[in-house]
């Protein structure tokens, strides 16, 4: 079957670097995304990754390990409104969106 | 402001009622999709739909159906709620035909609760 790791709550302190993993076993793979999605709200497009390697923009980086089927999401500088759960989803071999039950970050001052 | 418009935001619904879900985007976009998101699950992609005139169904179809009339709208119906749909309803959107590769933009969801 298809799956998507993540874990499911995280805590870090503001103005730190926090690194939320995600691994997967899809069924082919055709890229992964992360989504951020605060309470109550949509999931908003954070990054996409489809070669090995690291993705920056800004504070926020994304990583992916293809034939480790694994990836992972870097913040840095964290800020009170990183408060957020974010989502990691791989698209497989026929182009469908496999996600991840996502990650609750919690940042305290 | 271009994007996705959900209605209604929120709704209680008796058991056994019709209800329709409704979902416009003005961005042009060939795909539009409908998840349906529940507390420690990921977004399940319930219909979706590539191109209009067309509708495909995604992981948890049963108890829906999707209509795609024109480009812009694309409503979910439930024929006769039960309360295991009780969930957030997403509606999204992207510019492609069915690949899955490009990004998805989501609305701003419609909460239900069947009881």
């Known amino acids: 079957g298809q799956n998507i790791d993540q874990p499911t709550e995280m805590t870090a302190t503001e103005g730190a670097i926090v690194q939320i993993n995600c691994t997967y076993q899809?069924?082919?793979?055709?890229?992964l995304f992360w989504y951020q999605q605060h309470a109550g709200e949509a999931p908003t497009f954070l990054s996409y990754n489809v070669l090995d390697g690291l993705e920056e923009k800004g504070r926020f980086s994304s990583f992916l390990s293809r034939s480790k089927g694994y990836s992972y999401l870097l913040l840095k500088e964290l800020q009170m409104k990183d408060s957020a759960s974010y989502l990691c989803a791989v698209t497989d071999s026929n182009y469908q969106l496999i996600w991840g039950a996502g990650t609750k970050l919690i940042i305290k001052p | 402001i271009a994007g996705i418009t959900q209605a209604p935001t929120s709704q209680i619904l008796a058991a056994g009622r019709r209800m329709t879900l409704r979902c416009t985007q003005d961005?042009?976009?060939?795909?539009m999709y409908w998840y349906r998101q529940d507390l420690g699950l990921g977004l399940r992609l319930i219909h979706y739909s590539n191109t209009a005139g067309t509708t495909g169904k995604g992981e948890v179809p049963d108890g829906y159906s999707v209509s795609r009339a024109n480009t812009d709208d694309f409503p979910l119906t439930l024929a006769s709620a039960v309360p295991s749909q009780t969930s957030v309803y997403f509606c999204a959107s992207s510019d492609s035909t069915g690949g899955g590769a490009d990004t998805q933009y989501f609305g701003p969801g419609t909460r239900l609760t069947v009881l």
């Open positions: 961005m042009r976009h060939n795909a």
């Open positions: 899809t069924s082919g793979f055709n890229g």
